[in-house]
């Protein structure tokens, strides 16, 4: 193996979290777990033991966690976490109650301020019984279409604390992207902003969320936050109040929590899929507790009093783990805008202003801040920062070196991978082991990773799908309106009988690191940020110049570029004012995320027998691989049209 670019040193090791864990566990239960690796092999064969010791560690809270801790142990689905338990997400997370800082926020240099621990439990208060009074109840849905703010962080509690469910989107979507999520789950209440910063610029939205609004029938209230603009609501938002008069009339009584089975639905994501509207992910309240607590606390040595961020929208589930660092006590820094505005130092100046200790991003915005030629080590003190993570899409290795030769040498940097489908992560950090380059440096705690061939063998050394081959509490509770799970179960345990199947090609090595080379499916990843295809077929095919599309992802430069092909009407060709015209109907109506790098025209798109276009095969031909599924295309001519395009190579 190569030499490490990092090592921890031996306080480091002693001092962590883990390593404290590891110890009381030995000598909590006459165990002699010398290392780390002991302690995963231990997590995985007694996962019936290392679930309750975390909970026990942790000072996790609960009404009762009950005498089972797994029924059904044997079945995936099926398998049953603490199902007897009641308890709270929210009461986990607001363990504390004084005047140091819970929450800091910068909305980029525009907006600065400060949430005491007390002054978040009384926000919380107020607007946990100003949403009952309404008539929210448990299970009930609130949705939110805002920044990453204080006052979101306070409508996930308060909505947490009541036992509804809580979903949520950034204001950047567009209004059939909003329509697409929470049309499906139909909340009773959003709450939303007149606006947001990006760039320097204030971006108006209140046209947005009154078409969203009209166009979802369920939501009865809308609370209107000002942020970006003087918030009144001059555009006819149907039902809309101020967050301010929505909150007035209540008092800062203590906060009454709603005990809530463990697998009761917390939160609800959305999926990629390549066809129709995303997925709805619903999951459970305890499983999602346990295993971001897990990854706080064992694998990134959060610590209460530490100072945490995590660059992310609230469309992403990385603001949903971010959340969880409450329960570790710790204080959340807050970002909502462009990390390069107004000259790419502003998150480095963020780390050195409010004592940053864990510094989270995505694997783009390295790339992004190698290529910018930025040099925070030469600008910077970043004295507190001890760990840095990267997810979203494999770190490269290259990343890897800037990280230590240009932004700090002493650094925990972590490349961590799992998603949405589980609100963690399969494999990220190890504050206790050395970092390689390229390489993950560990598999999560208690979940029985591995990597299977296509026939189902676990593999070492050699490319295979990532795979979990026992149950873990984080799994999803299901898909929104799946009542027979065939949806969940197509989605994860087709391939492998009783296996999920996370889509990744990945390979594991003997020393437990895992190196990732991307998705095994169609679902496209730019800048990390996983896209649906079938998003963007949407908007495209409502455009009268257009016949049809097809989508895929091109690996570029450490990352995945959108490439758009289309089919015209008969007699017109691709000119600069369609391209302009496709692009701004996408970014209007999705997010700038969605919107291609690339748009081409083809005469032809290949095409299963039964009619179905071929995404994987198109993109199999683009980075010149061979097609597997040959025999199962209508026309496979077509897939000529696709090879060497000139157009793809710059």
């Given at each position: ?28 239960k ?43 142990g ?7 976490f ?71 962080v ?80 001059s ?120 004592g940053m ?26 004295s ?54 390229g ?39 299901g ?58 077929y ?24 959108v ?19 496709i ?68």
């Amino acid at each position: 193996m190569n030499t490490p670019l990092w090592q921890p040193n031996a306080k480091r090791i002693e001092n962590a979290k883990v390593t404290r864990f590891r110890t009381w566990l030995n000598a909590e239960k006459g165990l002699e777990l010398g290392d780390f690796q002991s302690l995963y092999d231990w997590s995985v064969a007694c996962k019936e033991e290392f679930w309750p010791a975390l909970i026990a560690f942790a000072g996790l809270k609960a009404e009762t966690w009950g005498d089972v801790v797994l029924a059904n142990g044997d079945k995936m689905p099926g398998a049953a976490f603490f199902p007897d338990a009641r308890l709270n997400f929210a009461e986990n997370l607001l363990q504390r109650d004084d005047d140091m800082d819970a929450l800091v926020f910068w909305g980029e240099d525009q907006v600065k301020r400060r949430v005491s621990w007390c002054d978040l439990n009384i926000a919380v208060s107020k607007l946990s019984q100003a949403l009952r009074a309404q008539g929210v109840v448990k299970g009930d849905r609130v949705c939110g279409y805002m920044p990453n703010m204080p006052e979101t962080v306070i409508a996930m509690l308060a909505t947490a604390a009541i036992g509804a469910t809580w979903s949520s989107a950034s204001p950047d979507f567009g209004v059939q992207g909003v329509e697409d999520r929470f049309g499906q789950i139909e909340p009773k209440v959003m709450i939303t902003v007149d606006g947001y910063y990006y760039n320097g610029k204030s971006h108006d939205i209140r046209e947005k969320v009154r078409d969203v609004v009209d166009r979802i029938p369920s939501i009865e209230t809308v609370i209107l936050v000002q942020y970006a603009f003087d918030g009144i609501n001059s555009t006819g938002i149907r039902n809309a109040i101020a967050y301010d008069s929505y909150i007035a009339p209540w008092p800062a009584d203590k906060i009454v929590f709603e005990q809530v089975a463990f697998n009761h639905p917390l939160y609800v994501m959305f999926s990629s899929g390549t066809t129709g509207k995303p997925k709805c992910i619903v999951h459970g309240t305890g499983g999602t507790l346990l295993k971001q607590v897990s990854e706080h606390l064992l694998h990134c040595d959060v610590n209460a009093g530490d100072r945490v961020f995590y660059f992310t929208t609230c469309g992403w589930m990385m603001w949903n783990w971010l959340m969880a660092g409450l329960a570790a006590q710790a204080t959340l820094l807050l970002y909502d805008g462009s990390p390069f505005y107004p000259n790419g130092n502003i998150l480095f100046d963020y780390a050195d202003a409010e004592g940053m200790t864990l510094f989270g991003t995505s694997a783009k915005y390295i790339d992004a801040l190698a290529k910018a030629g930025l040099r925070p080590i030469h600008t910077h003190n970043l004295s507190t920062v001890r760990a840095m993570t990267s997810t979203g899409s494999p770190l490269a290795p290259e990343s890897f070196d800037y990280v230590y030769n240009d932004i700090k040498a002493d650094i925990h940097l972590a490349s961590i991978s799992g998603g949405t489908d589980i609100l963690g992560c399969f494999v990220l950090a190890c504050p206790v082991l050395p970092v390689y380059r390229g390489i993950i440096q560990t598999r999560a705690l208690g979940l029985a990773v591995d990597v299977f061939d296509d026939d189902g063998n676990p593999v070492r050394n050699q490319k295979g799908e990532l795979v979990c081959t026992a149950p873990f509490p984080s799994m999803p509770v299901g898909f929104w309106d799946d009542p027979d799970q065939e949806r969940y179960r197509d989605a994860y345990f087709n391939r492998f009988e009783n296996v999920w199947c996370h889509g990744d090609y990945v390979e594991l090595d003997d020393n437990g690191g895992m190196i990732i080379y991307g998705r095994s499916d169609a679902t496209l990843n730019p800048g990390g940020v996983r896209i649906g295809t079938a998003e963007i077929y949407r908007q495209v095919e409502k455009l009268p110049e257009i016949k049809e599309s097809i989508v895929i992802g091109q690996d570029w430069d450490n990352d995945v570029r959108v490439v758009l092909f289309v089919v015209l009407k008969d007699g017109l060709v691709l000119d600069d004012a369609l391209i302009t015209k496709i692009r701004t109907q996408i970014r209007d109506n999705c997010t700038p995320r969605h919107v291609p790098a690339k748009v081409i025209q083809v005469d032809d798109i290949p095409r299963t027998k039964s009619g179905k276009i071929t995404e994987l095969a198109v993109r199999d031909i683009v980075h010149g691989r061979p097609v597997k599924n040959h025999e199962a295309l209508a026309n496979p001519e077509a897939l000529s049209l696709y090879a060497d395009l000139p157009d793809l190579q710059a």
